[in-house]
């Protein structure tokens, strides 16, 4: 059976003496020990593991801001039905990233291969790239999220494998899991271009809400910020609400004999069924004002959390919610970067050779953290699944408790941090009325729902 989705949206209040730094207040970090979990090809019980899940840590100093994450989400993750080999595994990330970006002026910064930016969950997110090209030539360079299809799970990641050893005699010994396109799942988008989460559901780092600004999701390795779909129409935060369109397009070609800037290189295959518009990355090309954001796939404007202004990048989609390039940072990023993000065997280099402070968010958010819960349970009536989702991705945990006529607690679950989704099995209950709490912090809301069989 495949589950659809309504929206419940949360308006979190952050205490008035909050720090108000976006880069050090807005990461979510565990703090009660959760740990991830994960589906395995064959079988739709997620499997327990036992690495905890988001952020770990958060450190400041006058100039920087270091992530500490495992990289793994605490929504379900897998299975990866491409043949890929690895598991995602806890990488001990330490992200760098700079508290006052900086515009680059000079030689813009390419993104490479692996991360090249860090989700406020503690995941990395890759480019477009999955590393390979048209007969290994070096042109042609295909791209992950068309080619890799099959390999993303629900919440459209997956891991990148990782081998110790010598080159090419390595043995595997894990997996990095990660984003390289806007982390919504699957089956919320408008046309559902992959039926993974039919069997292995999932939820992804939060909703794409036409009606609403997109949340915050990570910062990029330059220090901008990174948003979902969708943003203010206006970049003075006027206009209402419009998705966030890429100034990339689909070139018209039938043969692949050149770029789009005209050079010359080695023949690429026709387009046709078996390499479609899309499987390159040349098969894009950047047309100014063509869409709503620049070359690196960001503008200058205003955001929630940048009254100000600020330059921001946003996770670009087409009309129907798919992914579209170059999907989050790229191919060139806006900022100075800091490339020990990127500078190590596995992706990452980064150490602390300053004073820092530990973030503790108890001492600056207040244990109200809601002041008002707006439900919709989806479907009600229900015969089989209950099914509540957030607007946006949980900020705290939220218990989500069933209670019968009498008061009796029947079912409870909870929406982690970090998750969106909550879905209860009624199918061994008695047709009638119940109420459904949901709890969060010292604030909590109750709805009805109707159980028939």
């Not at 589906?39 to 952020?55: H, K, L, R």
């Not at 919320?188 to 989460?197: A, P």
């Not at 200058?300 to 999907?327: I, L």
């Not at 060139?332 to 280099?349: L, M």
Request: proline share 6%; hydrophobic share 35%.
């Amino acid at each position: 059976m495949k589950i659809f989705f309504s929206a419940l949206a949360i308006l979190f209040i952050a205490n008035a003496n909050a720090q108000t730094d976006p880069v050090i207040t807005s990461w979510l970090i565990n703090t009660t020990g959760e740990t991830g979990r994960h589906y395995i090809a064959g079988n739709s019980t997620p499997i327990d593991d036992d690495f905890e899940v988001n952020v770990s840590q958060v450190q400041y100093s006058d100039a920087n801001v270091y992530i500490s994450s495992s990289g793994i989400p605490s929504y379900i993750i897998g299975p990866y039905l491409d043949g890929n080999p690895s598991l995602a595994s806890d990488n001990q990330w330490l992200f760098k990233i700079p508290r006052i970006p900086v515009v680059n002026a000079g030689n813009q910064t390419a993104t490479p291969l692996g991360p090249i930016a860090v989700l406020i969950n503690g995941v990395p997110v890759y480019d477009y790239k999955d590393g390979m090209s048209f007969n290994n030539e070096g042109v042609w360079n295909r791209d992950a999220i068309l080619n890799e299809r099959d390999g993303f799970d629900c919440a459209k990641g997956h891991p990148s494998p990782i081998f110790q050893g010598p080159p090419g005699m390595g043995q595997l010994v894990g997996g990095s899991y990660h984003h390289h396109q806007n982390p919504s799942a699957f089956n919320l988008d408008i046309v559902e271009i992959s039926d993974v989460c039919d069997l292995y559901l999932a939820d992804g780092l939060y909703v794409i809400d036409p009606t609403q600004h997109s949340p915050l999701l990570g910062y990029a390795f330059d220090g901008y910020p990174i948003y979902g779909a969708y943003g203010f129409a206006n970049e003075d935060g006027s206009g209402g609400i419009t998705r966030m369109i890429s100034s990339f397009k689909y070139r018209d070609i039938t043969v692949r004999t050149h770029y789009a800037d005209g050079t010359d290189v080695t023949d690429g295959p026709a387009v046709n069924n078996q390499y479609p518009i899309g499987t390159y990355r040349e098969d894009f090309e950047f047309v100014e004002g063509f869409g709503t954001l620049d070359i690196h796939n960001g503008r200058m404007c205003v955001t929630p959390e940048y009254p100000e202004g600020t330059y921001a990048y946003f996770t670009t989609v087409d009309e129907s919610h798919n992914s579209f390039f170059p999907y989050v940072v790229g191919p060139t990023y806006y900022g100075v970067v800091e490339e020990s993000n990127f500078a190590g065997p596995q992706g990452n280099n980064v150490v602390i050779s300053e004073g820092v402070t530990t973030y503790n968010p108890a001492d600056f958010v207040s244990d109200k953290v809601a002041s008002e819960l707006k439900v919709t349970v989806f479907p009600n009536p229900s015969s089989d699944f209950i099914a509540v989702q957030l607007n946006g991705f949980a900020k705290e945990n939220i218990s989500v408790e069933l209670y019968d006529s009498e008061g009796r607690l029947k079912k409870s679950t909870s929406i982690n941090k970090g998750s969106t989704i909550a879905h209860i099995d009624v199918r061994n209950l008695y047709n009638g009325t119940y109420s459904i709490v949901f709890v969060s912090g010292n604030n909590s809301i109750t709805k009805q729902a109707i159980i028939v069989h």
